[in-house]
């Protein structure tokens, strides 16, 4: 299984960006997908995620009306698409999935498997 995550870079503050996440080796449509963040110092927190069928997402208070996931079963990628983005943004973020198609997680201990994460750095 991997998962490639791609789409970082350096923004300034109110700009966007769009990040993927290619997936092969594992059957996408039946994996629930998620986006979690690390900051320097801090833990890794679930910034969003999407159910399986993409009838169903999460987001965290942070970035709610800021940002959307989505997902291409046909292509095996999920994305993430960043719009007015704030220095407190800035993180390695990393793309995971969950092999359960139960209700969306958010811990990230309850993923199975991830990507190696794409760095956003957003300058003031």
């Known amino acids: 299984v991997q998962l490639q995550a791609s789409g970082g870079g350096l923004v300034q503050a109110g700009g966007s960006l769009r990040l993927s996440c290619a997936t092969s080796?594992?059957?996408?449509?039946?994996?629930?997908m998620g986006w979690f963040r690390q900051a320097p110092g801090k833990e890794r927190d679930i910034v969003a995620a999407i159910a399986w069928s993409g009838s169903n997402t999460y987001y965290a208070d942070s970035v709610k009306d800021r940002f959307t996931i989505s997902r291409d079963n046909a292509k095996n990628t999920v994305y993430l698409h960043m719009d007015s983005l704030k220095p407190e943004d800035t993180a390695v973020y990393y793309c995971?999935?969950?092999?359960?198609?139960?209700?969306?997680?958010?811990?990230?201990?309850?993923?199975?498997?991830w990507g190696q994460g794409t760095l956003v750095t957003v300058s003031s």
């Open positions: 995971a999935a969950d092999r359960s198609i139960l209700a969306i997680k958010h811990g990230s201990s309850e993923y199975d498997y």
């Open positions: 080796g594992l059957t996408f449509s039946t994996y629930n």
